[in-house]
Nanobody
């Protein structure tokens, strides 16, 4: 069973930056779509960005130009570089690995954007 472990969350001021990391316990990037989701308090979980095995990256409109998803296959790690953070980016961020109808989730990491 593949496991995903996120890190890098925290408290940051508006306009600041954070980088989230998601370490997978195995080499799955060639077969799984890796993604970052977030869930704000009282709201549904939403896709932030994902990357296909072939490297195609998709972003939700609200983060385009501010967030960058990348992966390091040698380290089995996916990153989410977040810049120009806004209070509305506050949420628990989850890493995911999806293949067909099967999804693996990480435990989540809290990101709080506040002055």
């Amino acid at each position: 069973q593949v496991q995903l472990v996120e890190s890098g969350g925290g408290l940051v001021q508006p306009g600041g930056s954070l980088r989230l990391s998601c370490a997978a316990s195995g080499s799955i990037f060639s077969t799984y779509i890796m993604g970052w989701y977030r869930q704000a308090q009282g709201k549904q979980r939403e896709l932030v960005a994902d990357i296909t095995p072939k490297g195609r990256i998709n972003y939700v409109d609200s983060v385009k130009g501010r967030f960058t998803l990348s992966r390091d296959s040698a380290k089995n790690t996916v990153y989410l570089q977040m810049s120009s953070l806004k209070p509305e980016d506050t949420a628990v961020y989850y890493c995911s690995a999806r293949r067909l109808s099967y999804t693996i989730w990480g435990q989540g990491t809290q990101v709080t954007v506040s002055s």
